[in-house]
């Protein structure tokens, strides 16, 4: 069994400022995915990541995947109230495989 | 359609009462998850279709839980004699194929048995 494990479970911070939440496993993936849920809808993709060691930057997100594909990162510079949300990282271990999910970061932003 | 559908939007039931959830997925897509979300945490895998090949059940907590896709369409999933802690939002997604695609989630089902 894959697992994704993601740290912080929570995360509580003021408009501006920055962080980092984490997506480790003991497994390695093919691809990893990042997706973020608002209340009351599904989640929605952000970014897929495929190569180890990949960089991707989606305006003030900076995503990682590590260089043996078994963890990755987003970071999220100058934070903003509608970043707020559950953040889910998901790993594909083989093309023929399912998608599993991480245990989500919850992020609330204030002002 | 133009998403992912899921019916019915919310669901009361009585304990010991069976449910049915439905999912239409985007039309094409031949992989189809169920996930099951309990408030306030993330996503616990259910089962999965993808085209013809036999579902992975792996996910489903026990024998009152068993879902059914018909071809690559519409999917729903049977939970028989509800029990409380069966109380979640049941998300369905879909993707295109095999591999690095984006899977597309309906906006699921509140289910609350009391």
């Known amino acids: 069994t894959q697992l994704l494990e993601q740290s912080p479970q929570f995360l509580s911070i003021q408009e501006g400022e920055n962080l980092t939440v984490y997506c480790n496993s003991s497994?390695?993936?093919?691809?990893l995915q990042w997706y973020r849920q608002e209340p009351g809808e599904g989640p929605v993709l952000l970014v897929t990541?495929?190569?180890?060691?990949e960089v991707k930057k989606l305006k003030r997100l900076t995503f990682q995947f590590g260089d043996a594909r078994k963890d990755s990162s987003l970071h999220i510079t100058a934070a903003q109230t509608g970043d707020t949300g559950l953040y889910l990282c998901?790993?594909?271990?083989?093309?023929?495989?399912?998608?599993?999910f991480g245990t989500g970061t919850r992020l609330q932003v204030t002002l | 359609g133009a998403g992912v559908s899921q019916s019915p939007s919310n669901k009361v039931t009585e304990k010991g009462k069976d449910v049915e959830l439905r999912c239409d997925p985007i039309?094409?897509?031949?992989?189809l998850y169920w996930y099951r979300q309990r408030l306030g945490q993330g996503l616990e895998f259910l089962i999965y279709?993808?085209?013809?090949?036999?579902?992975?059940k792996s996910g489903l907590p026990s024998d009152r839980f068993s879902a059914e896709r018909t071809g690559e369409s519409v999917s729903t999933l049977t939970i028989q004699r509800t029990q409380q802690e069966d109380s979640a939002v049941y998300l369905c997604?879909?993707?295109?194929?095999?591999?690095?695609?984006?899977?597309?989630f309906g906006q699921g089902t509140r289910l609350t048995v009391v």
């Open positions: 997604a879909s993707s295109l194929r095999r591999g690095v695609t984006e899977a597309f």
């Open positions: 497994s390695v993936f093919s691809s």
């Open positions: 990541v495929v190569t180890g060691g």
């Open positions: 998901a790993g594909l271990a083989g093309t023929a495989s399912k998608l599993t």
């Open positions: 039309s094409g897509h031949t992989a």
């Open positions: 279709f993808q085209g013809n090949s036999a579902p992975d």
